[in-house]
């Protein structure tokens, strides 16, 4: 069955240095989402992107983040400038059409971890 | 503000019994409203989806139910398995968004 895997599971990094979490989709899917979940607290949404651009974005996703496609397989996450407060476990997604209509795949999370 | 609330926030039961989640929510324009599972340290998995009009769906032994009206569902699980321990989360999408709106969850202990 297919899957949306995730690397690393784990990320350690000392704040202020930059990271990229990685995801692979589903291979027929369209949209592509991150969310973010802090340790004890609910699921929170990031960013949503469709054909090569940024559908929706929250609050969180500030300028410190950025999101990419870069070849017909990967979608990475980059924080820029990591915080303590950026320490969660990172979530992607996909779907093959928009949230209204399709459902959501998880992948099984990246933890961050800022020291 | 959109939001969701769940009940209880935490439950433990012994195995091969019933219980019910709750969920409350304000959200506009509602699109669907889902019930994921998810295992500690893993991500989140779909349980059902519902629309506006579907006032009741199955997968094997969970039942949601949606009142529309109301703003509340609800996630029935039938005689419980050491295996649904986990948190189960409600989230609801907005019409025309792309973004799911979480609830906190349940966690819910299932005991021998």
């Known amino acids: 069955e297919p899957e949306v895997t995730q690397t690393p599971s784990h990320q350690v990094t000392q704040m202020g240095q930059e990271v990229i979490l990685r995801c692979v989709p589903i291979s027929n899917h369209l949209y592509f989402y991150w969310y973010r979940q802090i340790l004890g607290q609910k699921v929170e949404f990031l960013v949503s992107f469709y054909n090569n651009e940024i559908s929706e974005k929250s609050e969180i996703f500030d300028d410190q983040f950025s999101v990419e496609r870069p070849d017909g397989s990967n979608f990475t996450l980059k924080i820029r400038s990591t915080k303590l407060e950026d320490s969660a476990m990172y979530f992607c997604?996909?779907?093959?059409?928009?949230?209204?209509?399709?459902?959501?795949?998880f992948g099984p999370g990246t933890r961050l971890t800022v020291l | 503000k959109n939001q969701v609330e769940q009940s209880p926030q935490s439950l433990i039961i012994l195995e091969g019994k019933n219980c019910t989640l709750q969920c409350n929510y304000t959200v506009s324009p509602f699109s669907n409203l889902r019930w994921y599972k998810q295992d500690t340290g893993r991500g989140p998995v779909s349980l059902t989806i519902?629309?506006?009009?579907?006032n009741t769906k199955s997968n094997g032994r969970y039942t949601a139910t949606l009142d529309a009206d109301t703003k509340q569902s609800s996630l029935h699980i039938t005689a419980s398995q050491l295996s649904d321990s986990a948190s189960y989360i409600c989230v609801v999408s907005v019409e025309a968004g792309t973004a799911l709106i979480f609830g906190k969850g349940t966690t819910l202990s299932v005991s021998s």
């Open positions: 997604a996909s779907s093959y059409q928009g949230v209204s209509r399709n459902e959501q795949f």
């Open positions: 519902m629309t506006f009009s579907e």
